[in-house]
């Protein structure tokens, strides 16, 4: 009862929490409120950037020891022509990967995701070179660097092994020294 | 609240917010640059970038509580403000 009536000049505490509730903030306090609501926003943005890093240095962790990269038999050499190209997927089923025979005879594949924006490249065998049609992206077929373009990083080579005739693909090579 | 103590409690938290601002931008850096670097299979660079980002992290959260402690401060430094509001609701 006394709890009832213990508000200012008399009025009922009841009263009074309506509109506090509803107006808690001090129009002269508001800019304030807004800044340091808005800086809670931006310390919890931090840490989600923190987890980020935090997901990568894992990721980077389990990648130390090495994918298990099975081999698999690709194509037959003497069926491949100079120029000549076979796709395949390595080392799964969602990794598009190009073989082709080069000018020289050499052997070489990559993968054909473009580091760009995931576009399929193929091999410009006239060019000696692999191409990406969706910005212009160009690859040295050597080593997977980039010659021209967008794309921010080399294809991923695929390591190639003889058994006779037989191509096989052994291993992904995704670090690129710059 | 005088108006003195207001603009210096803006001013405080103006600065404190500048500040989480420029180190959340220098975090952003470092997690797209730690990203393009893993990408690339550097993996090097990730342990000492999440040792960063976790640091400048802590500096935002202390800026922040830096700010939250002097409000604190100011709220009991003072007398209560009056709960009376400009009307009340049911009452003559």
Not at chain 1, 14 to 23: A, D, K, P
Not at chain 1, 81 to 95: C, I, K, L, N
Not at chain 2, 24 to 44: F, R
Request: glycine fraction near 8%.
């Amino acid at each position: 009862m006394d709890d009832d009536r213990s508000g200012v000049a008399g009025r009922p505490r009841s009263s009074e929490g309506i509109w506090r509730e509803e107006f808690s903030v001090d129009s002269a306090e508001d800019a304030y409120v807004q800044r340091r609501q808005f800086t809670k926003f931006l310390v919890l943005t931090s840490l989600g950037m923190a987890c980020g890093n935090g997901w990568i240095w894992l990721r980077s962790l389990a990648a130390k020891n090495g994918p298990a990269y099975p081999e698999l038999v690709v194509g037959r050499a003497s069926e491949l022509a100079d120029g000549q190209v076979r796709m395949f997927s390595y080392p799964g089923p969602e990794d598009p990967c190009i073989l082709f025979r080069r000018a020289n005879g050499e052997l070489a594949a990559f993968s054909q995701k473009c580091t760009h924006l995931s576009c399929a490249v193929y091999y410009a065998a006239g060019r000696d070179r692999l191409e990406c049609p969706c910005h212009e992206g160009f690859f040295s077929p050597e080593d997977g660097r980039v010659l021209q373009g967008p794309p921010p990083r080399p294809l991923p080579r695929i390591r190639l092994s003889r058994r006779g005739d037989q191509i096989v693909a052994v291993a992904v090579e995704d670090k690129v020294e710059p | 609240m005088n108006p003195l103590e207001r603009r210096r409690r803006q001013g405080a938290i103006g600065a404190a917010m500048s500040c989480v601002i420029v180190l959340l931008i220098v975090q952003m850096w470092l997690l797209t640059a730690t990203l393009e670097s893993y990408l690339a299979g550097h993996h090097g660079v990730a342990a000492p970038a999440f040792a960063v980002s976790l640091a400048v992290f802590l500096l935002c959260g202390a800026l922040y509580a830096l700010v939250m402690r002097l409000d604190r401060s100011r709220s009991s430094s003072h007398a209560p403000r009056s709960t009376s509001g400009p009307w009340t609701i049911g009452q003559q």
